[in-house]
């Protein structure tokens, strides 16, 4: 019996190295926020769980921790992008009290059509318990 294969990647086990690449486990990382079970304290660590929910393909995640005044409606992810690798290059505020923070990386992936990188400068902001991402700053 042979199972379908699934073109995302599936959830990673608890003991897998977290694909936002902190070297934590996925259970000690990104998977506590993803599976809802705590909220992640910083902006960058927000901002490290929406790469992993982009890395394994989960978009409620993406959809539950953007500002609902910036959310889409929906969101379709490519099936054939690989999400592989986070760079987390400035952080700007976005620490415990903190209510808006700032987080520069730069993401790589892999692509059919080609293997590319991203770099975004990302507005979070804090309420009632959660960090959101709200928007990326325009480039210079
Ligand atoms: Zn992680």
Redesign the pocket.
Known sequence: MTTPPTKLPRTPDAQDR?????G?T?GE???RYLSGDSAAPTAE?LM??R??AFATGDGDYLLRSWWPATRPVDLELDEDMRWYRLDILDTVRGKVGDDDGVVTFRAYYRHPDGAGQQQETSRFRHRDGHWYYVDALALD
């Open positions: 977290c694909p936002c690449l902190s934590n996925y990382c990104c998977g660590a490290r769980s790469f992993t």
